[in-house]
């Protein structure tokens, strides 16, 4: 599998966290951090060198090959207190919706509340609890369903307007957002901080309940169910409490969603990890099954460099990660079908010390 992945494709991305690299403290934030980093950044002027070399041209997949074994020992993960590598899919979701409320496009998508405070580091916003001051006692933050119920209305929170209320959740539970607006223009949205209730996948309930055949579940499914019967899927989506808040960047057209890195994010190649066990801007080779056709397809072989630029509050355990796949339905319908075990071979610069693994 490594021979025949075009390892140029990685190139890029690795390169592009380099500048994040760049600003990252050593001796901040997972243990990880602490040894990595460093061997990261001269990997990374290893990669600038290259591309000055190539005077600035993107490198062939041979050279680029040549460049992560040179820099970098590969060594599996394998977890002593879980099942094998686990992998999962996300996406960019891509909506329409009005710059101004109106009967078509009636649920607002919420700025962050300037009386949230979060109990986690910012470093760390997609975990951890979130209170608000109420006299002199700090309480719990608004849930899902007070908040749709108006408990932030009036505030001028108020960013864009969707269509339905499923068109909010998909891109709370994915992080970002492509919204066609009614006047023409597209508007980004990025994830910015949640309520601090935890990530209920509303997924396992309906399996739980036998709506949905283990099997067929799939983000499509949970569409269909909730755009099916609206009263249910409005209490199913309200037994997950959590709150995604956002905020409008100004990225190219072209771009990914920015990551939790800080850059952009790359279709196929970029991955969401647990930043406390893993450092950004880690490569990683995958080698998986999976339906990359879409939900319900014939899974194919997956065997992938990839670059550690996002993280997610789901995203648990050393040989965990979420593959990018991209924006838009066909992107949502195959991220939205992956649920399957995979092997992690975890690339480490030859300046760290060695981790410990199985080589």
Known sequence: GWAEDPAAAAFGPFLASCGALAQTPAEVGPTSNATLVPGLRQACRAAQAVTRALDGRPPSDPVARLFFAANFRAYRIVPQT????????????????????????????????PDLIPTAPPSDSNRGGAQRRVGDALVPYHDRAAIEDGALAGQGLEIVYLAHPVDLFFMQIQGSGRIRLTDGRVL???????????????????????????????????????????????????????????????????????????????????????????????????????????????DVPLRRLMIAQDTGSAIVGPARADLYFGAGPVAGSISGGIRHPGTFTLLVPRFSPAPGARP
């Not at 094998?84 to 009005?98: A, K, Q």
């Not at 190219?252 to 801007?281: C, E, F, W």
């Open 188 to 298: 980004r949205l990025n994830y910015d901080g949640h309520n601090g209730y935890p990530y209920l996948p509303v997924g396992r309930l309906l399996i739980q309940r036998g709506l949905v055949p283990r099997a067929e579940m799939s983000m499509d499914r949970i569409r269909a169910f909730i755009e099916g019967d609206p009263a249910a899927g409005r209490a199913l989506m309200r037994e997950n409490r959590s709150f995604v808040f956002f905020k409008a960047v100004d990225l190219p057209a072209d771009a990914g969603p920015l990551g939790a890195q800080g850059v952009p994010l790359t279709t196929d190649r970029s991955i969401a990890i647990d930043r406390h066990i893993h450092a950004y801007g880690t490569p990683f080779f995958l080698a998986a099954d999976l339906p990359l056709n879409g939900a319900g397809a014939p």
């Open 82 to 113: 879980q099942p094998p590598g686990f992998l999962t899919g996300y996406y960019e979701v891509e909506v329409d919706g009005s710059p101004v409320k109106t009967e078509a496009f009636p649920v607002p998508v919420y700025a962050r509340p």
